[in-house]
């Protein structure tokens, strides 16, 4: 199931579903890096909300993904982890290293702006 | 136990099946929602081994309730390649294709029971397990009161 | 004593003359019953088997089992005995007396029994033969009654004993896991006092991700300092906790670890450098006050009072 993508202002927000395969995620590392290019957004949210299962390869996939968008002049907040994937994430030995995250899209818009208001185009 | 859950493994999408239908059934036995994501995400991990790196395998998931002890067994199996040094590909971070290498080891700390057995050129077989815990204390998603 | 093997196997008329006999017996301690008892009671003081009984307990007491061996004697049916068995293992063992004295007693009281069957027996060896054998069947039963009844009062606590112990344990964690304190708005206090080993690790970090959750918590200061032989395990599990913590947005600070403790973990190799570590609990909520973007004003220059205000953003 392809993962709509919704413009806001400056952001690009991407609500992953429930029942996210690898394909689909790929498709939407595609799409957010091109759109990125196209609507010169500032940051990406990717809220994870509904996801039940970040694995090894969720977790690479979104943090290559994150480091790519940074190289193209956006910030990546990830949000919407639930505390017991994100148990199972450190139980595993995943970290997500420097992306950024937050607790729900509100926290991370909110995180996004505070960042703009010091003056840094970057998160964290 | 007769109600083996037999899955195909062969593509990303049926990696996802596997680990929906794995965490139905941990529900069914009265799993609670933090070990129904362990479950699954160590699902997650042996199936997507399968697909990518025998091309195609199968997942079976059945329950099991050895001196009453109930719990759920989950075997990942295939006829690919085979792995020339387990010991090595248990460890953290050594992966043979550039990836986090944490998909064995990983999914070892997430059940209580691990055994891999592999023959390079005839497959590899995962079987995992995870007991009910004994007194299951579940603590609401919510602070108390 | 060596002939008596050939009476076991009774005949008709032998049971006949048998039961007589059994009478016969009742009947002698029952006679005897005064001098007996005392006697008994007698050796079984000298013996220190009494101790902690006061000599009114010892009466009733006396009086209870001599008269319930006589009427196992005399009926076979050793429902009394089991009652009394029972009743006597609750006491005896929540009393903390030990089995050697209550089957010490008993031993005590068969031997007092034997003898006087030997005093009045002794002349006739096949009689006292044949008395003997109708009285240590019994004796022995009554025996093993006690002795049974008292094992299972024994396991019967201990395992109250460990099924309590358990319970408490399990009120301990359920504690223990849930002490994370909104001190204010987003920010949560985790104060760890114990052991911490992987299980409890695990419930306090499930607990913990859930109230950053419920309580929309962006930072956690956890104080260590209740946390004895902080070695590299605990940190390992510290570590964990922070990066899980952090996968929900919210920044942990760890407080309570003191620096030779710092300096010895970061020499065997475990990343602190991912923790944020300050030395005591204000200077932790200091910390995150500021990381917060509160202002700190103190209102009693003299006083650890702090109010916190929302700092003018902008
Ligand atoms: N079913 C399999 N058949 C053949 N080789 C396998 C199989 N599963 C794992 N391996 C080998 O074991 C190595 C370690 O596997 P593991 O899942 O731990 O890490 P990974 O797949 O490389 O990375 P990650 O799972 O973290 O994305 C793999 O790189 C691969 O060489
Ligand atoms: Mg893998």
């Given at each position: 199931?392809?993962?709509?993508?919704?413009?806001?202002?400056?952001?690009?927000?991407?609500?992953?579903?429930?029942?996210l395969?690898?394909?689909?995620?790929?498709?939407?590392?595609?799409?957010?890096?091109?759109?990125?290019?196209?609507?010169?957004a500032?940051?990406?949210?990717?809220?994870?909300?509904?996801?039940?299962?970040?694995?090894?390869?969720?977790?690479?996939?979104?943090?290559?993904?994150?480091?790519?968008?940074?190289?193209?002049?956006?910030?990546?907040?990830?949000?919407?982890?639930?505390?017991?994937?994100?148990?199972?994430?450190?139980?595993?030995?995943?970290?997500?290293?420097?992306?950024?995250?937050?607790?729900?899209?509100?926290?991370?818009?909110?995180?996004?702006?505070?960042?703009?208001?010091?003056?840094?185009?970057?998160?964290? | 136990m007769?109600?083996?859950?037999?899955?195909?493994?062969?593509?990303?999408?049926?990696?996802?099946?596997?680990?929906?239908?794995?965490?139905?059934?941990?529900?069914?036995?009265?799993?609670g929602?933090?070990?129904?994501?362990l479950?699954?995400?160590?699902?997650?991990?042996?199936?997507r081994?399968?697909?990518?790196?025998?091309?195609?395998?199968?997942?079976?998931?059945?329950?099991?309730?050895?001196?009453?002890?109930?719990?759920?067994?989950?075997?990942?199996?295939?006829?690919?390649?085979?792995?020339?040094?387990?010991?090595?590909?248990?460890?953290?971070?050594?992966?043979?294709?550039?990836?986090?290498?944490?998909?064995?080891?990983?999914?070892?700390?997430?059940?209580?029971?691990f055994?891999?057995?592999?023959e390079?050129?005839?497959?590899?077989?995962?079987?995992?397990?995870?007991?009910?815990?004994?007194?299951?204390?579940?603590?609401?998603?919510?602070?108390?009161? | 004593?060596?002939?008596r093997?050939?009476?076991?196997?009774?005949?008709?008329?032998?049971?006949?003359a048998?039961?007589?006999?059994?009478?016969?017996?009742?009947?002698?301690?029952?006679e005897?019953?005064?001098?007996?008892?005392?006697?008994?009671?007698?050796?079984?003081?000298?013996?220190?088997?009494?101790?902690?009984?006061?000599?009114?307990?010892?009466?009733?007491?006396?009086?209870?089992?001599?008269?319930?061996?006589?009427?196992c004697?005399?009926?076979?049916?050793y429902?009394?005995a089991?009652?009394?068995?029972?009743?006597?293992?609750?006491?005896?063992?929540?009393?903390?007396?030990?089995?050697?004295?209550?089957?010490?007693?008993?031993?005590?009281?068969?031997?007092?029994?034997?003898?006087?069957?030997?005093?009045?027996?002794?002349?006739?060896?096949?009689?006292?033969?044949?008395?003997?054998?109708?009285?240590?069947?019994?004796?022995?039963?009554?025996?093993?009654?006690?002795?049974?009844?008292?094992?299972?009062?024994?396991?019967?606590?201990?395992?109250?004993?460990?099924?309590?112990?358990?319970?408490?344990?399990?009120?301990?964690i359920?504690?223990?896991?849930?002490?994370?304190?909104?001190?204010?708005?987003?920010?949560?206090?985790?104060?760890?006092?114990?052991?911490?080993?992987?299980?409890?690790?695990?419930?306090?970090?499930?607990?913990?991700?859930?109230?950053?959750?419920?309580n929309?918590?962006?930072?956690?200061?956890?104080?260590?300092?209740?946390?004895?032989?902080?070695?590299?395990?605990?940190?390992?599990?510290?570590?964990?906790?922070?990066?899980?913590?952090?996968?929900?947005?919210?920044?942990?600070?760890?407080?309570?670890?003191?620096?030779?403790?710092?300096?010895?973990?970061?020499?065997?190799?475990?990343?602190?450098?991912?923790?944020?570590?300050?030395?005591?609990?204000?200077?932790?909520?200091d910390?995150?006050?500021?990381?917060?973007g509160?202002?700190?004003?103190?209102?009693?220059?003299?006083?650890?009072?702090?109010?916190?205000?929302?700092?003018?953003?902008?």
């Amino acid at each position: 199931m392809q993962v709509p993508i919704l413009k806001q202002g400056d952001y690009l927000i991407a609500s992953v579903q429930a029942v996210l395969t690898d394909t689909d995620l790929l498709e939407l590392r595609d799409r957010l890096t091109e759109q990125v290019g196209t609507y010169r957004a500032r940051a990406v949210i990717i809220d994870l909300t509904v996801l039940d299962v970040m694995d090894s390869f969720a977790t690479r996939t979104l943090r290559a993904l994150a480091q790519s968008l940074r190289l193209r002049g956006a910030a990546t907040v990830i949000v919407g982890i639930q505390p017991d994937v994100a148990f199972a994430m450190t139980q595993l030995g995943l970290q997500l290293g420097s992306v950024a995250t937050a607790l729900d899209l509100e926290e991370g818009l909110e995180l996004l702006r505070r960042q703009e208001r010091r003056g840094g185009s970057h998160v964290r | 136990m007769s109600d083996d859950l037999r899955l195909p493994i062969k593509s990303d999408a049926d990696v996802v099946t596997a680990r929906q239908q794995g965490r139905e059934l941990a529900a069914r036995l009265g799993f609670g929602e933090c070990e129904l994501t362990l479950i699954a995400t160590a699902i997650s991990e042996v199936a997507r081994n399968i697909v990518e790196y025998a091309g195609r395998g199968e997942v079976v998931l059945s329950l099991t309730d050895v001196n009453n002890s109930p719990g759920i067994i989950v075997v990942a199996r295939d006829e690919g390649p085979g792995i020339p040094n387990l010991e090595l590909a248990l460890r953290d971070g050594y992966s043979t294709h550039g990836s986090l290498g944490l998909g064995l080891p990983g999914a070892r700390r997430l059940m209580d029971e691990f055994e891999i057995v592999s023959e390079v050129g005839k497959g590899t077989t995962v079987t995992m397990k995870k007991w009910l815990p004994r007194h299951t204390m579940r603590f609401p998603l919510s602070p108390r009161r | 004593m060596k002939g008596r093997g050939n009476l076991v196997a009774v005949s008709a008329p032998a049971a006949a003359a048998t039961d007589d006999l059994m009478r016969e017996l009742v009947a002698h301690f029952r006679e005897q019953r005064d001098t007996l008892r005392r006697e008994w009671v007698e050796q079984m003081k000298a013996k220190g088997l009494l101790a902690g009984l006061t000599p009114a307990e010892t009466e009733t007491e006396s009086v209870t089992i001599y008269d319930t061996c006589v009427g196992c004697l005399e009926t076979g049916k050793y429902d009394g005995a089991q009652a009394y068995a029972t009743r006597m293992a609750e006491r005896g063992v929540l009393r903390g007396m030990t089995p050697e004295q209550i089957l010490g007693g008993l031993l005590t009281l068969r031997d007092v029994y034997g003898r006087s069957l030997f005093h009045r027996y002794h002349r006739d060896i096949a009689r006292l033969s044949a008395a003997l054998d109708i009285y240590e069947p019994v004796a022995n039963k009554i025996l093993a009654i006690v002795a049974l009844a008292f094992i299972e009062e024994r396991e019967k606590v201990v395992r109250e004993e460990r099924e309590k112990l358990v319970r408490q344990q399990q009120e301990a964690i359920r504690e223990l896991s849930t002490p994370a304190l909104r001190v204010r708005e987003r920010l949560l206090i985790l104060p760890i006092i114990g052991v911490l080993d992987s299980h409890r690790a695990r419930l306090l970090t499930e607990h913990l991700l859930r109230a950053i959750r419920a309580n929309r918590a962006k930072v956690v200061v956890m104080d260590i300092t209740g946390v004895p032989n902080v070695d590299s395990k605990v940190a390992n599990h510290l570590v964990q906790t922070v990066d899980a913590c952090r996968l929900l947005g919210a920044t942990v600070i760890v407080t309570g670890v003191a620096p030779e403790i710092a300096q010895t973990l970061t020499a065997i190799g475990v990343d602190l450098g991912r923790i944020i570590t300050v030395c005591d609990l204000q200077g932790g909520i200091d910390e995150a006050d500021r990381l917060l973007g509160y202002r700190v004003i103190a209102t009693d220059p003299g006083g650890p009072s702090f109010q916190a205000a929302r700092a003018q953003e902008g």
